[in-house]
């Protein structure tokens, strides 16, 4: 309905003289909301007085002439003017039932629009490095990236899903040494494991299958490998230093080649089982993008040497850095160090202008919140390599705290202790999860309560979303139980009946579906299309206290199983998008 009513108010705009609306602000933003007093109609906008300093006249002036020129339309019963000069809209019943029978009529494909048809955007999210399982933080980033991207797609745009393997750099260094040094324990040698090293028992797993695959051919002595190394801590020692030394002499002693088979190995293993977890939770890419292959391609040096050619990127100290003050940072970036090493931001740039190179018009990023301040650098990098800054677009996702039986669990992938987002699927199970992650805004730090996941209690919003598709579903086997068959057309045709108060508020709750689509997909919010479920499960469920359905009237019964079956295809096809299964018991 809010797209009618745009198009009725663009209509009346276009009709109105050049001295009262100039041509040029026909197409300005038209607000539109729904009211929260009946009093005050269905639907209001706000453009007379979003119009009235630009075109310097009266707001109600304005809103007058715009009412004069608003075109008649079966579904509209009338238009009025309130307050400084809102313009609202008062719907016709029959245009809600028109919407409601749309539900039963498109089914699956209800609230899904082309409003972002013949328009990309690559969706790029998790991409969490591979030097561990995924823990419970990655699955906010899996369950909100994938919602986002399952939104974009029911408005229409074309949607690619993608995640950035970032397999080359010092951590990647880092994971072979430590997964050497367990294969060395494994050989049988006894040493203080490095401060800085990764201690999951992942790593011990993946030392066994390197054992199992080399023997003892890269087993070198404690002497050799720790002797004259830098102090570590907690031994009064710098544990960074000191891991580095350790990557370097492991290269000395087993050399590039197998330093980078130990670093291949370690590497397979945790994306299979980094894949093989996002695949259990719903969460699935079209594309799995290596660091690495970047830089074997060449796309890393074309980027560097584009830069450096157009004059974004001089060298000083030895170092290539990009000019990225010239776009608003707050430094110059180094892209290559005075070592010959290149930074993770040569990377990122070549992977931006490589994205657009595949089609991609719009490029939106989902990051943690910690990486803030690379947004400029980044955008800046784009700017420079010729791309339109619009067309990049960066959504933060805030930390998760897990909380079980009212304490804190701590996570550290380096240190092991972390809690993984397998454990957390297997404890509340995906639906809990998937909802959870999502049902506060990205940009909110989030408290993941264990116990109220696993409530089968109308606390727990899944449960209550759920139940309510599952109470539709009953009445459907009470139906058959009793051998009523629902007959859909009488229902279709009888909507008129439906005249409660809660029939009437769940009836408008139905159709305003397709809107929060658009706006979830628009506001990259999922948040609050979990909240729309809950009200609209809330609606369902004070209905079904308040009315039998089953009654002997078979109109109004076949009138209300309408309802309820609108009802249940649009939880469905909400929590679809959310990830999010539908039961028909529980």
Known sequence: ????????????????????????????????????????????????????????????????????????????????????????????????????????????????????????????????????????????????????????????????????????????????????????????????????????????????????????????????????????????????????????????????????????????????DIREDLAEFGVRFDSWYSERSLSDSGAIDRALDTLEATGHAYRKDGALWFKSTEYGDEKDRVMVRDNGIKTYFASDIAFIFNKRERGFEHLLYIWGADHHGYITRLRAGLMALGGPPE?????????????????????STRSGEFVTLRDLRKEVGNDAARLFYVMRSNDQHLDFDLELAK???????????????ARVASVKRQLAERGIAHDSAQGASSLARLTEPQEMHLIKRVVSYPEIIQQCAIQRAPH?????????????????????FIVEDGALRDARLYLALATQIVIRNGLGLLGVSAPDTM
Request: aromatic share 10%; glycine share 8%; charged share 20%.
């Open 455 to 469: 409530a089968r209690s109308n606390d727990n919003p899944v449960y209550y979303i759920q139940y309510a598709h």
């Open 1 to 272: 309905m809010k797209t009618l009513i745009d198009t009725l108010l663009r209509s009346a705009l276009a009709t109105l003289p050049e001295e009262l609306v100039p041509a040029a602000l026909h197409d300005s933003a038209i607000e539109i909301e729904r009211t929260r007093d009946a009093q005050h109609g269905d639907f209001a906008s706000n453009i007379a007085m979003q119009l009235a300093k630009a075109t310097r006249q009266n707001p109600r002036k304005l809103a007058a002439a715009l009412l004069a020129a608003v075109p008649a339309h079966d579904a509209i019963a009338k238009v009025e003017i309130a307050g400084a000069g809102f313009i609202n809209f008062f719907l016709k019943e029959g245009a809600y039932h028109a919407q409601l029978r749309q539900v039963l009529e498109q089914d699956c494909d209800y609230g899904k629009s082309q409003f972002g048809a013949g328009h990309s955007v690559l969706v790029e999210f998790v991409s969490a490095n591979p030097t561990g399982p995924l823990h419970v933080g990655h699955g906010r980033h899996a369950a909100f990236g994938a919602t986002v991207a399952n939104l974009l797609q029911a408005v229409g745009y074309r949607v690619g899903r993608e995640y950035y393997i970032n397999d080359a750099g010092r951590q990647m260094e880092i994971l072979a040494v430590s997964t050497w040094l367990r294969y060395l324990e494994h050989c049988g040698e006894r040493f203080a494991f490095p401060a800085n090293g990764y201690r999951g028992d992942y790593i011990v797993a993946i030392a066994e299958r390197l054992h199992e695959a080399e023997g003892t051919a890269l087993c070198r002595g404690v002497a050799e490998v720790f002797g004259n190394l830098p102090a570590d801590e907690p031994q009064g020692g710098d544990k960074d230093l000191y891991i580095d030394a350790l990557i370097v002499r492991a290269r000395q002693l087993i050399g590039d080649a197998a330093f980078r088979g130990v670093l291949d190995l370690a590497v397979a293993g945790i994306l299979t």
């Open 391 to 411: 067309c990049f677009e960066v959504r933060l996702v805030q930390f998760v705290s897990l909380f079980r039986a009212g304490e804190k669990a701590q996570m």
């Open 528 to 548: 609050t299309l979990v909240h729309y479920l809950r009200d609209l499960a809330n609606d369902f469920h004070t209905y079904y206290s308040a009315h039998q």
